[in-house]
């Protein structure tokens, strides 16, 4: 099912908004604790993702050239102003906690490239691991969030839902304009270039790294070319 890792992802956060409703406050160790366990797992998902390549050289070339993109046009810098710019305008029309907690989480939970990744590799490879991970994210940070901005970070799981879904679905139809042969090769090389952005996450989740993942998204699109150019050489 296509859409079940993007499903579970709406349902984490309803039930981590739920279950934060009941507590008013949580100690800052156990927060502390929780994220940096996180943090390890999804370390651990990156690397066995990034350890699937068969052309590394394609996965090395693909970080670089898209790190170049990524930082030419500040790709994080814009979409952490987007964010503000619709938090602006949603509040200018909005008051109120719900409102808030509702554009906070959305931005949180849409803005990143665990997003992107996961809901590629749930359209194009039915492979759920990365949204299911994202869910259980998302789901501790919607109960903290919960805590402070009260039940409107509920209503982040609707956008969440049409943009994760929206991505997976157009991904199921890729194969059918590319050959099996590159789409076989695309699917593996994409598998670990988003490992290595999945292991970023998971560096800075420990507060290890603070890179900017999501000036490593153009590398997705570097991966496809050159798969394409080496089938097309080969």
């Not at 993702?49 to 994080?76: N, R, T």
């Not at 994760?164 to 670990?192: C, K, W």
Request: contains cysteine.
């Amino acid at each position: 099912m296509v859409l079940l890792g993007t499903i579970v992802n709406g349902i984490c956060i309803v039930l981590g908004t739920f279950i934060g409703s009941f507590l008013t406050k949580i100690p800052e160790k156990v927060k502390n604790t929780v994220m940096q366990g996180i943090g390890l797992s999804v370390s651990l998902l990156g690397i066995q993702m990034g350890l699937k390549s068969e052309q590394f050289l394609i996965v090395i070339m693909s970080i670089v050239i898209g790190a170049v993109i990524g930082e030419f046009i500040d790709l994080e810098d814009k979409l952490n102003r987007l964010g503000l710019w619709i938090e602006k305008k949603i509040g200018k029309r909005a008051k109120g906690d719900i409102a808030k907690g509702f554009v906070t989480a959305t931005l949180i939970f849409v803005i990143g490239a665990m997003a992107i990744i996961g809901s590629l590799d749930s359209g194009i490879r039915q492979d759920h691991q990365v949204l299911y991970t994202k869910s259980l994210i998302d789901g501790f940070t919607s109960l903290i969030l919960t805590t402070t901005l009260g039940v409107g970070v509920m209503l982040s799981a609707i956008p969440v839902m049409l943009y994760q879904g929206s991505i997976a679905l157009f991904a199921t139809q890729i194969e059918r304009f590319v050959p099996t042969a590159i789409m076989d090769s695309f699917i593996v090389e994409m598998t670990s270039t988003g490992g290595l952005m999945i292991l970023a996450i998971g560096l800075n989740l420990l507060g290890i790294t603070k890179i900017k993942v999501a000036n490593l998204l153009p590398s997705i699109v570097i991966v496809a070319i050159l798969v394409t150019v080496v089938h097309q050489l080969s």
